[in-house]
C-alpha cells in the first residue's frame, strides 16, 4: 500500500497518482532529458530537486516537499 502524503489514503502499490486527491504517490525528477527520469529512477518523498540535473521532483512541483528557497521573505527574522 502506498500512503499518500497530501491525503493520508492508502492507495494500491500500482497507482501512480492518490485516487482521492490526484496527488502523485511517486517523487521522480521532472526534466525528460535527465537519465533519473529516462531510467525511471524513484527519488526519498523529502527530495525537492534531482541530485543529477538539479530540476524540481515532481513532489515539489505539487507541494509535497520543500526546500530552504521556498521561504518567503515576509519569514525571515530580519
Same mark, same amino acid.
Given at each position: ?22 496527488? #502523485? ?8 532529458? @535527465? ?6 529512477? =524513484?527519488? #526519498?518523498?523529502?527530495?525537492? $530537486? @534531482? #541530485? ?6 515532481? $513532489?515539489?512541483? $505539487? ?5 530552504? =528557497? ?6 525571515? #527574522? $530580519?
Amino acid at each position: 500500500m502506498k500512503i499518500c502524503l497530501r491525503c493520508q489514503h492508502e492507495n494500491d502499490d500500482q497507482n501512480n497518482y492518490c485516487i482521492k486527491c490526484g496527488a #502523485p504517490l511517486r517523487n521522480i525528477c521532472t526534466n525528460r532529458r @535527465c537519465s533519473n527520469w529516462e531510467q525511471d529512477v =524513484l527519488l #526519498p518523498d523529502e527530495a525537492a $530537486f @534531482c #541530485p543529477l540535473c538539479g530540476s524540481e521532483t515532481l $513532489f515539489k512541483t $505539487f507541494g509535497l516537499a520543500s526546500s530552504y =528557497l521556498d521561504i518567503s521573505d515576509e519569514d525571515l #527574522p $530580519f
